[in-house]
Nanobody, 121 residues
Framework: QVQLVESGGGLVQPGGSLRLSCVASGNIFSIRNMGWHRQAPGQQRELVAG???????TYGDFVKGRFTISRDNAKRTVNLEMNSLKPEDTAVYYC???????????????WGQGTQVTVSS
């Protein structure tokens, strides 16, 4: 089995910063893409940031240079540094990873349970 566990969410004032972390564990042979999505109440889940195993990154249009995704392949972690946070960034943030388990030939996409980020004064 594979687990993704997020940490680092919370309440922050507008203009503040937060750092989200996610660690993958379990029966993992290889990890390809890792990243973060978010979902606000009543809205669809959207991509925040993603990174390939080789370090290529992609960001949602709304990020506009405010967030930075980083990854440690040896530790199986992906982090999201969020700066200049706005109230509209309030959402549940989900970590995800495309993982090949040992003994398997199929890559599967796994999700964490999510961590709440609230930006409010």
């Amino acid at each position: 089995q594979v687990q993704l566990v997020e940490s680092g969410g919370g309440l922050v004032q507008p203009g503040g910063s937060l750092r989200l972390s996610c660690v993958a564990s379990g029966n993992i042979f290889s990890i390809r893409n890792m990243g973060w999505h978010r979902q606000a109440p009543g809205q669809q889940r959207e991509l925040v940031a993603g990174t390939t195993a080789g370090g290529t990154t992609t960001y949602g249009d709304f990020v506009k240079g405010r967030f930075t995704i980083s990854r440690d392949n040896a530790k199986r972690t992906v982090n999201l540094e969020m700066n200049s946070l706005k109230p509209e960034d309030t959402a549940v943030y989900y970590c995800h990873a495309l993982i090949l388990s040992a003994g398997s030939i199929q890559w599967n996409n796994y999700w964490g349970q999510g961590t709440q980020v609230t930006v409010s004064s």
